[in-house]
């Protein structure tokens, strides 16, 4: 077989590849979404303001035992959190190697990322914090919006104008962990927020009950 009749092949298979590879959503489907879980977990802080005035043994009991479960809550969310992540990375590991097969080793891999001596361009997205009432920082993803004297570059455009499908799922995959991520950071942050003010609870149970 000639070589071009080789290449012809090659292009085939790979196509065949390509049309049975499933849409990236229907992996992310697999997934809890679980906002609604964590709206219902309440501020540790509001729930200590509530105790100082007056300070009754009966209600710091109450305010204890709600801290509690919503601490059960955040460490079920954490884990549903880190399985996400899991399965999303997994995924997006899967399309990228089959990006690799078809387009070759070569036109997927490091050296198609920028590097020192590439043109400045600006993050399609970027992750922000914010302090929260007990010290700890809360952080959001947002996108950033091209502006007129910035530059705003496609990753996907670094391994080529026409690019497989699979790289595409790859990317939505990879983004869906980095959300997830910083859900788990904000969701850790809490949890050691509500741990906190349980310890501080039980420790002014303890004088009140000295005092009685």
Same mark, same amino acid.
């Given at each position: 077989?000639?070589?071009?009749?080789?290449?012809?092949?090659?292009?085939?298979?790979?196509?065949?590849?390509?049309?049975?590879?499933?849409?990236?959503?229907?992996?992310?489907?697999?997934?809890?979404?679980?906002?609604?879980?964590?709206?219902?977990?309440?501020?540790?802080?509001?729930?200590?303001?509530? =105790?100082?005035?007056?300070?009754?043994?009966?209600? =710091?009991?109450?305010?204890? /035992?709600?801290?509690?479960?919503?601490?059960?809550?955040? !460490?079920?969310?954490?884990?549903?959190?880190?399985?996400?992540?899991?399965?999303? %990375?997994?995924?997006?590991?899967?399309?990228?190697?089959?990006? $690799?097969?078809?387009?070759?080793?070569?036109?997927?891999?490091?050296?198609?990322?920028? #590097?020192?001596?590439?043109?400045?361009?600006?993050?399609?997205?970027?992750?922000?914090?914010?302090?929260?009432?007990?010290?700890?920082?809360?952080?959001?993803?947002?996108?950033?919006?091209?502006?007129?004297?910035?530059?705003?570059?496609?990753?996907? $455009?670094?391994?080529? =104008?026409? !690019?497989?499908?699979?790289?595409?799922?790859?990317?939505? %995959?990879? $983004?869906?962990?980095?959300?997830?991520?910083?859900?788990? =950071?904000?969701?850790?942050?809490?949890?050691?927020?509500?741990?906190?003010?349980?310890? /501080?609870?039980?420790?002014?149970?303890?004088?009140? #009950?000295?005092? #009685?």
């Amino acid at each position: 077989m000639s070589e071009p009749q080789e290449n012809i092949k090659k292009v085939s298979e790979a196509q065949d590849d390509l049309d049975k590879v499933t849409e990236p959503q229907e992996d992310l489907d697999k997934v809890s979404e679980s906002e609604d879980d964590l709206e219902k977990v309440s501020d540790p802080d509001d729930d200590l303001d509530e =105790v100082n005035e007056p300070q009754d043994w009966d209600k =710091v009991c109450q305010t204890l /035992d709600k801290l509690t479960l919503d601490s059960l809550l955040l !460490v079920q969310e954490q884990i549903e959190l880190k399985l996400n992540i899991e399965n999303a %990375m997994s995924g997006g590991e899967s399309h990228l190697a089959k990006s $690799r097969y078809i387009l070759g080793h070569n036109n997927v891999s490091a050296l198609q990322l920028p #590097t020192e001596n590439s043109p400045e361009f600006s993050s399609c997205l970027k992750v922000e914090g914010s302090d929260t009432t007990l010290g700890r920082k809360s952080y959001e993803l947002r996108e950033i919006k091209k502006t007129e004297d910035e530059t705003v570059q496609e990753p996907l $455009r670094w391994f080529g =104008v026409l !690019v497989p499908q699979n790289l595409t799922f790859a990317q939505k %995959m990879f $983004r869906q962990a980095l959300q997830w991520s910083i859900k788990s =950071v904000n969701i850790q942050n809490q949890l050691l927020d509500t741990m906190q003010s349980i310890s /501080d609870l039980k420790e002014l149970k303890n004088n009140l #009950t000295r005092a #009685t």
